[in-house]
């Protein structure tokens, strides 16, 4: 980054210099928009309904809202803070408040990386079923044909979707060591979503921000429209019933604490860098806090709303699949009442298909065990039925699938659903790769000329190495990426970034820094929240998600084609051993470089425009001095120029000195010399010109001084609107020239 003056006199700080042209976002809607649609993806989707459903239902909710406002805020708000006053990606913005710490922008490109090779295999599922919504009836409605009056045993021994979803799109193979080569499909499927990426991204911020307006917020209109439609399904108030009924008990349990929490933090997308990517292009003066709480606040409420559709559609599936299964045994006892084999004491109290749920239950646990089985008759409970396929993929391509069939005009729903799933994946992905591109094109500007070609490269690397993803077991490594290589990192990267601005370079340092530069003060609460805090919840969430990987070792779903169930197996070594070396692979850079640093030879003293260096008190005074002059010239130019101006206007108050932090009050930023905030007695007596009135300035208490010659603006202090000190404007903590003119 180019050097400038900085705003303020002293070390202050690499936030507040003044920076480069850079592209910008067309308004504050395509930036908020941009911020939402990265952070909003698939996992609020199938992610958070599932563990909202395990983990208490409303009990979960608020849970996660108090993590959100103690954990997800302050650190969204840092990495705006972060991006938007310094105006680079997530290396540089780390280079430059410490040259040690661009370890930490290298780590989450790295993880980006990582994430951009799996999460377009999601996207091209997304665009295979899209494109086989546009058939009457759906392929996944029927199970398919065997031979004459044969229907095909492993659907018929699942169900459609099911069989759909494992044997039509994925033919998956039974284990994740036996490859089974690409699927075509795929990989034509692939090339698509890295097409769409590339094209999206191939202008910068100019084209991706005017797909993010349809990315972002048609999959709301969707999702309400779905919601209209689910709750007017049979049994989906069930649902919504069970999803809002809290189980307190569940917050005296680690679990739900650390699967709030790594919700939270994936969510809003933190430790990607993609974050900082956006904000690096937005307004400098803008209000990054108030940003950072609009963003979480709408993520939560997306959370909330596609929620409420996954449990209105889950209840749905759960009453109808809990009726067939009550005709089932009803049809069971009647054959074996007709055959004389049931008890008299053992017959139902009434028709089973009527009976209530906890009336059946209790009919069903007094049968004798041996009964039970030879009958064939099983317990059919709501609440088994709603825990079954709502994790991960499987409740957007098996459970939404197979209610989407039973809904008039399937076809048309199925692809605004589809559509739904590619605007939140494509937002997400847009973001991922911006993180990555962002920092090249900061590190080598020579890029920006062939931005396109360099967006174009990428594409292409990205589609060559996502083709393993694109085998037939390629679901299975998908599934590790997103357990593990894309989420472990990320905890000690957020660590890290706390730490890089909460004790290397200075909470209350920070916080004032980002209060002169965007002019909008933050909540002092952040400066204890980043110190202890943040550090701790990360620290604990990693060591709680090694342990759980060390204690328990780590399983995934596989599908068996004799029996057409999913069944859990363990990893194969190989596969721990590619998993462990890719997350240490990504938090490598954070240690090497900051060794590097530490061992390397020592550089040059930087100039004085070089943040977090100290200067001598000579060349300090040296420099006032000839400011003071130069002011000086300033000044008597300035009063032949205003020699016959009118009167200027009624005076206005300035800034009590005693509620501003700086020397007035002994308060360093930061605990660094030179890094405070303006001290008015201080810099208005630097200006040796004599200036009226001070007494009734000094009576009024907001300044102090000598009645003469003592008194006036100083340009290394404040950054006034007409000449000296920076080309901000008038700041919140300074007046203009006019301004302190007129009240003395």
Same mark, same amino acid.
């Given at each position: 980054m180019q050097k400038a003056q900085p705003v303020l006199g002293g070390d202050a700080g690499p936030l507040q210099e003044e920076v480069p042209p850079r592209p910008a976002w067309?308004?504050?809607?395509?930036?908020?928009?941009?911020?939402?649609?990265?952070?909003?993806?698939?996992?609020?989707?199938?992610?958070?309904?599932?563990? @909202?459903?395990?983990?208490?239902? *409303?009990?979960?909710?608020?849970?996660?809202?108090?993590?959100?406002f103690l954990l997800g805020i302050p650190l969204l708000f840092l990495e705006l803070a972060a991006g938007q006053c310094l105006r680079q990606g997530s290396v540089g913005v780390w280079r430059?408040?410490?040259?040690?710490?661009?370890?930490?922008?290298?780590?989450? @490109?790295?993880?980006?990386?990582?994430?951009?090779?799996?999460?377009?295999?999601?996207?091209?599922?997304?665009?295979?079923?899209?494109?086989?919504?546009?058939?009457?009836?759906?392929?996944?409605?029927?199970?398919?044909?065997?031979?004459?009056?044969?229907?095909?045993?492993?659907?018929?021994?699942?169900?459609?979707?099911?069989?759909?979803?494992?044997? +039509?799109?994925?033919?998956?193979?039974?284990?994740?060591?036996?490859?089974?080569?690409?699927?075509?499909?795929?990989?034509?499927?692939?090339?698509?979503?890295?097409?769409?990426?590339?094209?999206?991204?191939?202008?910068?911020?100019?084209?991706?921000?005017?797909?993010?307006?349809?990315?972002?917020?048609?999959p709301y209109l969707v999702l309400f @429209?779905?919601?209209?439609?689910?709750?007017?399904?049979?049994?989906?108030?069930?649902?919504?019933?069970?999803?809002?009924?809290?189980?307190?008990?569940?917050? *005296?349990? *680690?679990?739900?604490?650390?699967?709030?929490?790594?919700?939270?933090? !994936?969510?809003?997308?933190?430790?990607?860098?993609?974050?900082?990517?956006?904000?690096?292009?937005?307004?400098?003066?803008?209000? @990054?806090?108030?940003?950072?709480?609009?963003?979480?606040?709408?993520?939560?409420?997306?959370?909330?709303? %596609?929620?409420?559709?996954?449990?209105?559609?889950? *209840?749905?599936?759960?009453?109808?699949?809990?009726?067939?299964?009550l005709r089932r045994n009803a049809e069971l006892v009647s054959r074996a009442l007709a055959l004389g084999g049931l008890p008299e004491t053992a017959r139902p109290p009434g028709n089973l298909t009527a009976l209530p749920a906890p009336q059946y239950s209790a009919w069903l646990q007094g049968l004798p065990p041996a009964l039970r089985d030879?009958?064939?008759v099983t317990d059919c409970r709501l609440e088994e039925e709603m825990n079954k396929g709502v994790e991960g993929p499987g409740l957007?391509?098996?459970?939404?699938?197979?209610?989407?069939?039973?809904?008039?005009?399937?076809?048309?729903?199925?692809?605004? !659903?589809?559509?739904?799933?590619?605007?939140?994946?494509?937002?997400?992905?847009?973001?991922?790769?911006?993180?990555?591109?962002t920092p090249l094109l900061d590190a080598f500007p020579v890029l920006r000329r062939r931005r396109a070609l360099l967006t174009v490269l990428c594409c292409a690397g990205?589609?060559?190495?996502?083709?393993?993803? %694109? +085998?037939?077991?390629?679901?299975?490594?998908?599934?590790?990426?997103?357990?593990?290589?894309?989420?472990?990192?990320l905890l000690a990267v957020a660590a890290c970034e706390a730490v890089a601005v909460a004790w290397v370079y200075g909470a209350e340092r920070f916080l004032a820094a980002v209060w002169e530069v965007t002019g909008h003060r933050p909540w002092q609460l952040y400066g204890p929240l980043w110190r202890f805090g943040s550090p701790g919840a990360m620290v604990a969430l990693l060591g709680a998600s090694l342990g759980q990987l060390a204690l328990h070792p780590p399983t995934y779903q596989a599908w068996d084609r004799a029996t057409a169930t999913s069944w859990r197996r363990p990893y194969p070594p190989w596969a721990m051993a590619l998993t462990l070396g890719l997350m240490v692979v990504a938090v490598l850079p954070i240690p090497l470089v900051a060794l590097r640093g530490m061992l390397g030879p020592p550089r040059d003293p930087p100039g004085p425009q070089d943040q977090g260096e100290e200067r001598g008190e000579e060349e300090e005074e040296e420099e006032e001095e000839e400011e003071e002059e130069e002011e000086e010239e300033e000044e008597e130019e300035e009063e032949e120029s205003v020699t016959d101006a009118p009167p200027p206007a009624a005076p206005r108050a300035l800034p009590d000195p005693a509620s501003l932090p700086?020397?007035?009050?002994?308060?360093?930023?930061?605990?660094?010399?030179? %890094?405070?905030?303006?001290?008015?007695?201080?810099?208005?007596?630097?200006?040796?010109?004599?200036?009226?009135?001070?007494?009734?300035?000094?009576?009024?208490?907001?300044?102090?001084?000598?009645a003469e010659g003592g008194a006036g603006p100083h340009p290394r202090c404040c950054p006034f609107k007409n000449g000296g000190g920076g080309d901000y404007g008038t700041s919140s903590l300074c007046p203009s020239r006019g301004d302190a003119r007129r009240a003395l």
């Open positions: 067309t308004s504050k809607a395509q930036y908020i928009l941009a911020q939402l649609g990265f952070s909003v993806g698939l996992g609020n989707v199938w992610r958070f309904p599932y563990l @909202c459903h395990q983990n208490g239902g *409303g009990a979960f909710l608020l849970l996660y809202l108090l993590l959100l430059s408040i410490s040259p040690r710490l661009a370890g930490i922008g290298l780590a989450s @490109c790295l993880v980006c990386m990582f994430v951009a090779l799996y999460y377009n295999v999601i996207i091209a599922w997304s665009l295979l079923y899209l494109a086989r919504s546009f058939q009457h009836p759906l392929p996944w409605q029927s199970c398919p044909s065997a031979g004459p009056n044969r229907t095909e045993p492993e659907c018929a021994l699942s169900s459609p979707t099911t069989y759909f979803w494992y044997r +039509q799109t994925l033919d998956v193979t039974p284990e994740m060591g036996v490859g089974g080569g690409l699927q075509p499909a795929l990989v034509g499927g692939l090339l698509g979503a890295w097409a769409l990426v590339g094209a999206s991204l191939l202008k910068g911020i100019k084209s991706s921000g005017k797909v993010l307006y349809v990315s972002t917020l048609f @429209c779905l919601l209209v439609r689910g709750l007017l399904l049979e049994g989906a108030p069930e649902g919504v019933r069970i999803m809002f009924t809290p189980k307190v008990s569940v917050w *005296g349990t *680690g679990q739900a604490w650390r699967q709030a929490a790594t919700q939270v933090f !994936f969510a809003l997308g933190l430790g990607f860098g993609s974050v900082i990517a956006y904000a690096s292009y937005g307004a400098r003066r803008s209000d @990054c806090h108030r940003d950072a709480v609009l963003v979480a606040g709408l993520n939560a409420l997306t959370s909330l709303l %596609a929620t409420l559709v996954v449990f209105a559609v889950l *209840g749905a599936r759960a009453t109808r699949r809990t009726q067939h299964c030879a009958l064939g957007a391509f098996i459970v939404f699938t197979e209610t989407l069939t039973l809904l008039p005009a399937a076809p048309l729903w199925s692809t605004l !659903f589809f559509l739904t799933l590619l605007g939140l994946g494509l937002g997400t992905m847009l973001g991922t790769a911006q993180a990555v591109l990205g589609f060559v190495l996502g083709l393993p993803f %694109a +085998q037939r077991s390629g679901s299975y490594l998908v599934a590790a990426f997103d357990d593990y290589v894309a989420t472990l990192p700086g020397r007035a009050g002994r308060r360093p930023i930061g605990g660094r010399r030179g %890094a405070l905030l303006p001290d008015w007695p201080r810099c208005l007596r630097r200006e040796r010109r004599p200036l009226a009135g001070l007494e009734e300035v000094e009576r009024s208490g907001v300044l102090r001084g000598r």
